[in-house]
């Protein structure tokens, strides 16, 4: 049975697919698409937005979307640079007067990475849009994506942020497309490249990795791609587990307490991503790891190296990202089935790096690696 986004934007699928008959690319098509106008039924698309909780690399990514739809004319202005959260910046795109879309400000989910919320959330979610007040959901994250994977919502998602789609069990069997509501940008190699570079210009031979316990907290962490990149070029992984079902408490302290750990029996830390590690925990953690003299990677990328990790991928590959998200969010309003456009996407090689903390470690960064960075950083925050 066709679900609603069949019968959005007829006119527009049609402007698309007249395009690239044309032999328009299609992401020219996609531009001319986004000059034609707002829906044809009139008004303007009414997006949602869910996540797991609040993460830099979720406002990271909304930021980018928003800046992209700006430049393609869907939006009249970018979001501004002190806008730090989602929350801050879908209050701030609720107010904008776009006539192609809205982010009416009761369509923004989040179970604020409670457990005992998410159920309830994914409820009021999907009771929402069965009363059809969105047209499109923005999913953001393993979390989001999971719950919007398994049963028809009826409108098409858009997920983004995911470590690993495929391996967090958004498609069935495997198979990208399926569901065929649902769209996720995948970059497979993603984390793969992140250990080899680090690995290229650090050159250790025992990596520490902490990670949560769960299903999902081996995805987030990319564990089994960080040991077979292990085990290919000879390094250990050396691991440190967080246990499910702590307070959020626990789980910084434990953090805390398995880099401690690590810290003395590794020679660089892979740092990856999780909800105890945030404002409080990171600068401690960067403290301990310059007290031990141990080259850190940042897995979520620059915002991290501004605080004092060494090095990671350069946050300015977001706005390829976000252009990425937007011609596809386009294409999909215009009627296209999520599943079946392209998902492959990889980050653009591009290096953040810390010169304050490389000097505090005795780290002599490659000429290499300085000409590549993208961002420089020259201090550390205390």
């Known amino acids: 049975m ?114 005992a919320r998410r159920p309830l959330v994914q409820a009021r979610l999907y009771q929402d849009l069965k009363a059809k007040k969105a047209d499109l959901v923005l999913a953001m994250g393993t979390w989001a994506g999971q719950d919007l994977s398994k049963e028809d919502p009826g409108v098409p998602v858009l997920v983004m942020a995911v470590s690993d789609a495929v391996g967090a069990g958004l498609f069935r069997d495997g198979r990208p497309g399926d569901p065929s509501w649902l769209h996720a940008r995948m970059d497979p190699r993603r984390y793969e490249r992140q250990v080899r570079i680090f690995h290229d210009t650090v050159g250790f031979e025992r990596l520490g990795l902490v990670f949560k316990d769960t299903v999902a907290g081996r995805s987030y962490a990319a564990l089994d791609t960080v040991r077979a990149v292990g085990e290919e070029r000879g390094f250990q992984v050396l691991t440190c587990a967080i246990p499910d079902g702590r307070e959020q408490t626990d789980e910084e302290a434990l953090l ?94 591009k290096i953040a790096i810390n010169l304050s903390t490389a000097m505090e470690i005795g780290y002599d960064a490659p000429v290499d690696i300085l000409v590549a960075a993208d961002e420089i950083f020259q201090h550390i925050p205390r």
């Open 2 to 115: 066709r679900t609603g986004w069949w019968r959005m934007g007829r006119m527009r699928l049609g402007l698309l697919v007249l395009g690239m008959l044309m032999g328009l690319s299609p992401a020219i098509a996609v531009e001319a698409l986004a000059a034609s106008g707002g829906r044809e039924e009139g008004g303007p698309w009414r997006l949602a937005y869910v996540e797991g909780g609040p993460y830099g690399e979720y406002s990271d990514s909304m930021r980018a979307l928003f800046h992209a739809l700006f430049q393609m004319g869907w939006l009249p202005e970018s979001p501004a640079a002190e806008l730090k959260t989602s929350r801050e910046l879908w209050t701030w795109a609720a107010a904008l007067e776009a006539p192609r879309l809205s982010f009416p400000e009761e369509n923004y989910y989040t179970c604020d990475w409670e457990n």
């Open 256 to 349: 805390l307490d398995c880099y401690a750990r690590l810290g003395r029996e590794v020679d660089a830390l892979y740092v990856t991503a999780q909800k105890s590690l945030n404002a409080k925990t990171l600068p401690l953690l960067v403290e301990a790891a310059l007290k031990d003299q141990i080259p850190t990677f940042s897995q979520s990328g620059s915002d991290e190296v501004r605080m004092g990790l060494l090095m990671s991928i350069s946050q300015v590959g977001f706005f390829y990202v976000g252009d990425f998200s937007a011609k596809i969010l386009v294409r999909i309003l215009s009627g296209e089935r999520p599943g079946t456009l392209p998902m492959i996407f990889e980050d653009p090689p």
